[in-house]
T-cell receptor, first 113, second 115 residues
Framework: SQQGEEDPQALSIQEGENATMNCSYK?????LQWYRQNSGRGLVHLIL?????REKHSGRLRVTLDTSKKSSSLLITASRAADTASYFC?????????????FGSGTRLLVRP | DTGVSQNPRHKITKRGQNVTFRCDPI?????LYWYRQTLGQGPEFLTY????????KSRLLSDRFSAERPKGSFSTLEIQRTEQGDSAMYLC?????????????FGPGTRLTVT
């Protein structure tokens, strides 16, 4: 499979807690992106980290990248019920000109009110 | 900017029938992608257009699948002689990387059910 791996597959937390999701990928990358998908809806871009960056913040989101381990993590702080969704990492490969995204298998996050 | 739109949103068809899906990207976006997503999995790349040229196709795209993007605007994805294994969500995305924006904008998808 071309897909990367994500863990955990599912995560259930209480509102206000932090959520951490991990992602591993297989090839050299230009950048790594995180997307959110609500039930029955399309994917929405959350944050992008370039291959020469190690950490990036955007609001309540913090993403890290370790290219030596081919891994990334997404931290959502002070979670809200509205954060309930599936989260996917997507690596943009360096190997071709299409700049296609290779997605992970996703983490299903449930934030309990 | 109305975002990426896809039609139809849902399609139920019998095995062996042909189906066609349409994607209208964001108007100034020159790159258009098709992905397929099955239940519980992340999207998988199918094919890519830069303007009207189809520049890459995944091995997932069998000869029953064909995609077009005439005049570099909307795109269609046709599946001939559908099989039950074709049941999935078909997602379209567009981007305009030349402006330094690397994110892809996804449509809501077309859910195909083959009975």
């Amino acid at each position: 499979s071309q897909q990367g791996e994500e863990d955990p597959q599912a995560l259930s937390i209480q509102e206000g807690e932090n959520a951490t999701m991990n992602c591993s990928y297989k090839t050299s990358i230009n950048n790594l992106q995180w997307y959110r998908q609500n039930s029955g809806r399309g994917l929405v871009h959350l944050i992008l980290i370039r291959s020469n960056e190690r950490e990036k913040h955007s609001g309540r989101l913090r993403v890290t990248l370790d290219t030596s381990k081919k891994s990334s993590s997404l931290l959502i702080t002070a979670s809200r019920a509205a954060d309930t969704a599936s989260y996917f990492c997507a690596s943009e490969t360096r190997m071709d000109s299409s700049y296609k995204l290779i997605f992970g298998s996703g983490t299903r996050l449930l934030v309990r009110p | 900017d109305t975002g990426v739109s896809q039609n139809p949103r849902h399609k139920i068809t019998k095995r062996g029938q042909n189906v066609t899906f349409r994607c209208d990207p964001i108007s100034e976006h020159n790159r258009l992608y098709w992905y397929r997503q099955t239940l519980g999995q992340g999207p998988e790349f199918l094919t890519y257009f830069q303007n009207e040229a189809q520049l890459e196709k995944s091995r997932l795209l069998s000869d029953r699948f064909s995609a077009e993007r005439p005049k570099g605007s909307f795109s269609t994805l046709e599946i001939q002689r559908t099989e039950q294994g074709d049941s999935a969500m078909y997602l379209c995305a567009s981007s305009f990387r030349d402006r330094g924006s690397y994110e892809q904008y996804f449509g809501p998808g077309t859910r195909l059910t083959v009975t």
